[in-house]
T-cell receptor
Framework: KQEVTQIPAALSVPEGENLVLNCSFTDSAIYNLQWFRQDPGKGLTSLLLIQSSQREQTSGRLNASLDKSSGRSTLYIAASQPGDSATYLCAVPGGTSGSRLTFGEGTQLTVNP | EAEVAQSPRYKITEKSQAVAFWCDPISGHATLYWYRQILGQGPELLVQFQDESVVDDSQLPKDRFSAERLKGVDSTLKIQPAELGDSAMYLC???????????FGSGTRLTVV
């Protein structure tokens, strides 16, 4: 059974800092990994989708890397802003159907002005 | 940009009452998912549809939950009777295929009193 762990559970940083969020998964037989952002009381917004054949994916100030062999992914946020405050979730497909997403419990990020 | 539509956004219901949620996926997305997210945790799959067929409902409490996607387009998730422990965010997602990632709706926040 796939298990996804995110570290740290919570992170508070001053505005402008670069930061790294970590995600690890137990079954490396994945075909992609997706990072999401969730604002309080809202749904999930997709940030980045990394295919298993890729090592990293970039969007603006966000960069996600994937190392399948070690079962790890990182989300790098450059020059953090207060608007980046949210919970960040990583998810990998798996399960009996082959596509059910398994999520970590998220990292709650607070960027202080 | 295409969105997954969900309604209602919020629902307060009394214990033992029936409640229903609606989801309209992105046009052309054959796969539709219902997830439940308890506060502070990652979402967990309740049911997955491929067109109008259920392909994974192993985590759905079938004694009180039901889901349908009659024409393979929009979907309804029902709880009857609702229990206090059902208070959570109910998220709908759709995908054209797992390799292309998943798009989530804004969710329905259910409070059972």
């Amino acid at each position: 059974k796939q298990e996804v762990t995110q570290i740290p559970a919570a992170l508070s940083v001053p505005e402008g800092e670069n930061l790294v969020l970590n995600c690890s998964f137990t079954d490396s037989a994945i075909y992609n990994l997706q990072w999401f952002r969730q604002d309080p009381g809202k749904g999930l917004t997709s940030l980045l989708l990394i295919q298993s054949s890729q090592r990293e994916q970039t969007s603006g100030r966000l960069n996600a890397s994937l190392d399948k062999s070690s079962g790890r992914s990182t989300l790098y946020i450059a020059a953090s802003q207060p608007g980046d405050s949210a919970t960040y979730l990583c998810a990998v497909p798996g399960g009996t159907s082959g596509s059910r997403l398994t999520f970590g419990e998220g990292t709650q990020l607070t960027v202080n002005p | 940009e295409a969105e997954v539509a969900q309604s209602p956004r919020y629902k307060i219901t009394e214990k033992s009452q029936a409640v229903a949620f609606w989801c309209d996926p992105i046009s052309g997305h054959a796969t539709l998912y219902w997830y439940r997210q308890i506060l502070g945790q990652g979402p967990e799959l309740l049911v997955q549809f491929q067109d109008e067929s259920v392909v994974d409902d192993s985590q759905l409490p079938k004694d009180r939950f039901s889901a349908e996607r009659l024409k393979g387009v929009d979907s309804t998730l029902k709880i009857q009777p609702a229990e206090l422990g059902d208070s959570a965010m109910y998220l709908c997602a759709s995908s054209p295929g797992g390799a292309y990632g998943y798009t989530f709706g804004s969710g329905t926040r259910l409070t059972v009193v």
